[in-house]
T-cell receptor
């Protein structure tokens, strides 16, 4: 069965510092992987997705993620954090190769201090 | 393009009462999903519709939860009777085709059962 594990429920960085949010997946087939961001009292917004094309995926707001099959990882990074990046981040994997529903991790809260 | 509309935004009910949530997907989106997001957890799929047919309802607690999508457009999710553990945010999402690539989430309905 597909699953994702987000390492660290809370990450704190200073403004301008590197952001690294970790996600490891478990999948019996080549996965499709996603990162979503959720601001308070809002729905989820897609940051980026991996669908078996380039292993380095660039998303919105300066975020990117690299698919590493050998490490079963899909970590999210941003070179320089901004105060507006403070939010909840979710890693997700599709339920099956038919691209149906998503299975989400428990989320990582990113705090950015000035 | 208008987003996914959900109502109400907030609802407080007593346990054993019933409640209904409404979702209007993006025009033309054939696939509609309902997710439950309990505080501190990632969203969990409750049910997936393709047009007005159910694709996956394996995680829907059918003894108390029901959902319908008449005419393949709007959808209603109902809980009857509600339990304390149903307190959560209920998210609706839609996509043009069956697949996670083009998900758009609504802002959700926050349910509190007291």
């Amino acid at each position: 069965a597909q699953s994702v594990t987000q390492l660290g429920s809370h990450v704190s960085v200073s403004e301008g510092a590197l952001v690294l949010l970790r996600c490891n997946y478990s999948s019996s087939v080549p996965p499709y992987l996603f990162w979503y961001v959720q601001y308070p009292n809002q729905g989820l917004q897609l940051l980026l997705k991996y669908t078996s094309a380039a292993t380095l995926v660039k998303g919105i707001n300066g975020f990117e993620a690299e698919f590493k099959k050998s490490e079963t990882s899909f970590h999210l990074t941003k070179p320089s954090a901004h105060m507006s990046d403070a939010a909840e981040y979710f890693c997700a994997v599709d339920k099956d190769q038919a691209g149906t529903a998503l299975i989400f991790g428990k989320g990582t809260t990113l705090s950015v201090s000035s | 393009e208008a987003g996914v509309a959900q109502s109400p935004r907030y609802k407080i009910i007593e346990k054993r009462q019933s409640v209904a949530f409404w979702c209007n997907p993006i025009s033309g989106h054939a696939t509609l999903y309902w997710y439950q997001q309990i505080l501190g957890q990632g969203p969990k799929l409750l049910i997936q519709f393709q047009n007005n047919g159910v694709v996956d309802d394996s995680q829907l607690p059918k003894d108390r939860f029901s959902a319908e999508r008449l005419k393949g457009v709007d959808s209603t999710l109902k809980i009857q009777p509600a339990k304390l553990e149903d307190s959560a945010v209920y998210l609706c999402a839609s996509s043009l085709t069956q697949g996670a690539h083009g998900y758009t989430f609504g802002s959700g309905t926050r349910l509190t059962v007291v």
